[in-house]
Each structure stands twice: as C-alpha cells, then as structure tokens.
C-alpha cells in the first residue's frame, strides 16, 4: 500500500501516537509518506499529489481531518480520520478506535462508506470572500463563543474546556437570527444556531433527535433558551435519551432541515465551523454535499450508518488476497 500521512504538529497535545500508527502499520512493500504542518504550511499544498496513494491519513483535530476531506470531496479517494486534537468529534460519530494499532488494523480491513459534507461561505472582516468545508458542524453565536473561549485551555483541560467556556458565559447575548431555508424564510430569536450534518458532540450528547450524515440534507438548530442554564439541561437530557425520543422544546431548542441555508443575524453573530472560530462574523451560507466525503471506517460504523450493500472494500484488500 501507498498512504499519505498528514500530520498537524500543532492540534491536540502533540503525544505523537501518529508514528506508532506509521511503525504498527508499514509491512513488505508499503509506502508511507508523511507531510507535516504547524499551521504554517496549507493543508491543502500537502495534498495535490493524493490520487497517487490509496488512502490519505489526517491525523489531528476535526478542523485537519475536515480540511483534508473537503479537498479531496466527490474524489472517491479514501480519507481515514487519524484522531490527534482535543475533541475528535467526527472519530467520536464515526465509532472509530482511539488507539494507533487497532487504527492500523482497521485501516488493513479497508472498510469505506460514502457521507455528506458541507460547505459554509461567508466574508472575513478583512472583506474577502471565504469558503470552507466541514464535516460535523458550523454556526454562530453562543457556540462560536464557547469555541473561542475553550482555545486558550484546551491542551490543559482537554474536551472539558468547551464545558468551562459555556459556563463562563452563561448570559450570551441574543439575536434576531432570519433563515433561507431552500428559498423559505424563517424568523426566529435566540443566542446562537448550529448547521449540523454529525449530531454528536463531547460528553456523548447529540444536538439533533437523529445522527444522519448521510441524508443529503442539513439540520438546522436554534438555541433558544434565553442563558446557557437553560439551554445546557435540555442538551444534558439528549445525551442520556438514547431512543431519540426527546421532544424540541420551543423555549430552548428549534430544529429545521434544508439543503441550503443562508443565517443573517441583528446584532451580528461570530461564525465558527467545526471548531475554527472565523475571523468574520453574519450573515452566512451553508449548503450539503451529498455522498463527498468517502472514510475509512469500523464495522461498529456500518452498522450504525450503514444500508446494505453501501460499504465497500477498498482497492489495496484485493491485493493482499
């Protein structure tokens, strides 16, 4: 096998578990070729060459392994999420193993399946026009906020410096936030919204009643609790209901679904996508793109995910048969 290995020196706690995956991996024959960045280097500059491997390996956080996907979108090139940030929510609602050699040994098994991406576009306050992919979720406000918040103590505090951001602002301010829903207008008041194509988020907590990245379409969800204790009870009581029986409540949570969305917001709002808290802030556009992203997965992710006869077998296993 050939693997492309993109390693982002600078997300998570820099452990380095990306080399023993390398030693655990390589056998007779492979080649692995590991690219490097701290930020300094675009991603995406160490990815042009991709079709010239079987599989890309992105190991860091979401904002890596979505930045590789997304340029790698409706190539059918396999991207296998190698989970070395602080939350690694897409490993999390890909049920993907934590450790380097049952990574390596699930990568040999060459299971992939197809999900939908998306895409958010807005303009950065320099003026410039941005486009960017992500695989979990974007939004603006309260989130963005708690993104923003958590950054200085992540390495210290791991996914537990998302929840102590939420706490030190429990009165966000509130927006009057309009939404294009597929050419249908909505308005809505509240301190943020979430785009969501993965529902799930730390602590096992889902923000959406069904995890459906493979639908072709976007959940949107308005937080609308008017301060963070009472949004945070209603999200606490998704995560505990695991028949995704919980009911939206209109005082905390209101969810919609669309294709394309575009959020204007009065006062405006800080975006974020997958964790990258953007240097712009409302209004913005979201759209789907169905089937884009084609992972390395578990058989604990087919099951949840899959239908039949949509997992496939990568190239390189009729090659070791």
Known sequence: MKLLVLNNLASGYGEGAIYDFVRSFAADGDEVCLRSTDGTTELES???????????????????????????????????????????????????????????????????????????????????????????????????????????????????????????????????????LDGETVEEEGLGILIVNFSKIQFDISVTNKNSPRDGLLDIVVLKAGNAFGLLPALFARAIDHEGNFKDSPETIETFQAREVVVEADPPMQIQYDGEVAKATTPFAARILPSAARFVVSEECVELFGAEGDAKLAPWTDREA
């Open 46 to 180: 160490l990815i042009t060459d991709a079709r010239d491997f079987d599989a890309v390996i992105a190991s860091g956080g979401d904002g890596t392994v979505t930045a590789a996907a997304y340029s790698l979108a409706s190539t059918g090139i396999p991207v296998m999420p190698f989970p070395a940030g602080t939350a690694n929510l897409l490993a999390l609602n890909l049920a993907a193993p934590n450790e380097p050699h049952a990574l390596a040994k699930m990568l040999r098994a060459g299971i992939t399946l197809d999900f939908d991406m998306a895409e958010i576009e807005f303009r950065a306050d320099d003026g410039d026009s941005a486009k960017k992919g992500f695989g979990i979720m974007a939004g603006a406000g309260y989130d963005a906020t708690i993104m923003k918040g958590a950054q200085p103590s992540k390495r210290l505090l791991g996914p537990m410096a998302y929840f102590s951001a939420a706490l030190a602002n429990p009165l966000p301010p509130t927006s009057k936030i309009t939404l294009t």
